[in-house]
């Protein structure tokens, strides 16, 4: 009962985390507001972040409100987890390193996914216009477009969501989540927050 619990919580959380993770990535990337999708993502967002902006307006392209809500949401899941599932209290860097831990793999698996359904749909659909491929080519593009530059199409063969995808597990890889974990004696061993 207390691990489905755990799952149901984490699951809801981090389904809403990705949800303000995509709008900040939105808008990096200055996708298209008109699409349904980012109209999907801007009104489920827009309760906790238009409050926010009135004190932390955007610093560049960076919208400090989504960020700050990203984190305050992921090190307030990690520190329901931990107390739920650990022994002992742990301390306040532990917190925000297992956070900043999560909230970096969370991005890359992000784009990992983003890229790989971006290029499948290419091979599916090529040439039609959907909102989801749109928003997915503004997203993929601007990682895809350094990477073509180094790696020339081969036979009409593009091959930098490839180099990309790879790229990205080998980051995901470098993340050093266990040196992190260290320290904290949980109930549920084996499996990470």
Not at 5 to 20: A, E, G, H, K, M
Not at 26 to 42: E, G, I, K, S, Y
């Amino acid at each position: 009962m207390r691990d489905a619990l755990t799952f149901i919580l984490r699951t809801l959380v981090d389904l809403y985390i990705i949800v303000f993770a995509l709008r900040l990535i939105m808008q990096w990337v200055r996708a298209d507001t008109r699409n349904p999708l980012t109209q999907f993502v801007l009104t489920v967002t827009n309760p906790l972040v238009l409050p926010l902006r009135r004190f932390m307006p955007p610093i560049g392209r960076v919208d400090t409100a989504t960020l700050t809500i990203i984190i305050v949401l992921q090190a307030a899941l990690i520190l329901a987890l931990i107390n739920f599932a650990c022994v002992g209290s742990p301390d306040v860097i532990q917190i925000l390193m297992l956070t900043a831990v999560r909230l970096i793999n969370l991005f890359l698996r992000i784009y990992l996914f983003i890229i790989l359904i971006y290029v499948i749909l290419s091979w599916v659909s090529p040439g039609n216009y959907n909102p989801a491929a749109n928003l997915l080519a503004a997203i993929a593009e601007p990682v895809l477009q350094p990477l073509r530059r180094i790696i020339p199409p081969i036979g009409g063969l593009d091959l930098s969501a490839l180099f990309a995808l790879i790229l990205i597990q080998a980051l995901t890889m470098l993340i050093p989540a266990g040196q992190v974990m260290a320290g904290l004696i949980c109930t549920s061993v084996g499996r990470p927050l």
